[in-house]
């Protein structure tokens, strides 16, 4: 009933939950407390399939709810302790962390506690009483690639292109190395998410992002010239395409990315579509321009609270 009324609240029919649960075009994850398996792994999969009558049918039909893909995980411990919602140690809501934190940076950091097969402990640093003012607070590092690294490099193909070649996108040839390149990036992420590895998904996206930047900024010296840039600037475009991509099921924040660039969404973040050249994705009737960005004008944003402390410091 909740959800129905909060898929109304934003304009959606109630019923389009179905999309997700109902379609065999979908498959729904589920990552679940080891603990809580025996009821998730068998009794909720027997509901599921009673919902269709006396006479079910295996793989259920499409239209009908489907089973669901289990992925069990181990502990996530609140500061090194066990704590729950019916023990004496209770962790704080969802809704009190999204004070201090962005939905982003909390799932850039819980997919790199390699859950699947470690227990881990979460320590935000606002909870910690321990914690020393100068101390890093560990729930945002992973963040950082999207609000640091990866803000940089949009920034910076976004600002040159809009001062040499008036927010155009040149229309130049990419290199067969940096084709490659991004081809071994997807099919390493592509491998590691399939064996829900998702900690070293993680790791392939955070080098290739990072090796975005050392590109650039290696290259740039050089592109002396209109034509070199025009080169450097649709190598850089390919590298973006991939990353934005790879980092779609991670962040929101990539839909923006992907209109401000100008791409097709229903072919930028289709894997039918991820070998291709960036040229193929994007949108025509935008004739190659790029959104303006203004200055200081940011993608992936820290939480509103970090920023304040930054500014205070």
Request: aromatic share 14%.
């Amino acid at each position: 009933m909740l959800f129905r009324s909060y898929l109304e609240s934003v304009g959606k029919p109630d019923d389009e939950w179905k999309k997700f649960w109902c379609s065999k075009d979908a498959e729904v994850f589920q990552f679940i407390g080891e603990d809580n398996i025996n009821f998730y792994g068998h009794a909720q999969q027997a509901i599921w399939l009673s919902m269709q009558g006396k006479l079910p049918t295996f793989p259920a039909p499409d239209g009908e709810l489907q089973t669901t893909t289990i992925v069990p995980i181990k502990y996530l411990l609140w500061m090194n302790t066990m704590a729950s919602s019916s023990g004496k140690i209770k962790p704080p809501f969802a809704k009190e962390l999204l004070n201090y934190y962005t939905p982003d940076q909390f799932r850039m950091h819980f997919l790199a506690m390699n859950l699947g097969n470690n227990s881990a402990s979460f320590n935000p640093k606002p909870y910690n009483k321990n914690a020393k003012e100068e101390d890093i607070d560990p729930v945002t590092i992973e963040g950082n690639l999207l609000t640091n690294v990866y803000n940089r490099i949009l920034r910076t193909i976004f600002y040159s292109t809009q001062n040499n070649f008036n927010g155009v996108l040149p229309n130049a040839d990419i290199d067969d190395s940096i084709m490659e390149e991004c081809k071994t990036a997807i099919l390493n992420y592509e491998r590691l998410m399939y064996e829900r590895k998702f900690h070293m998904a993680l790791n392939v996206v955070d080098v290739f992002v990072r090796n975005i930047n050392k590109y650039w900024v290696r290259e740039v010296k050089n592109a002396n010239t209109p034509d070199l840039l025009a080169k450097l600037t649709a190598n850089t475009m390919q590298q973006i395409f991939v990353a934005n991509i790879l980092l779609h099921p991670i962040t929101a924040g990539t839909e923006n990315v992907a209109d401000y660039i100008g791409f097709d969404k229903e072919k930028c973040f289709s894997w039918e579509y991820i070998f291709n050249k960036f040229y193929d994705c994007l949108d025509t009737s935008r004739n190659l321009k790029l959104t303006t960005l203004k200055e200081k004008e940011d993608f992936f944003r820290k939480h509103i609270s970090q920023l304040e402390a930054l500014n205070n410091n």
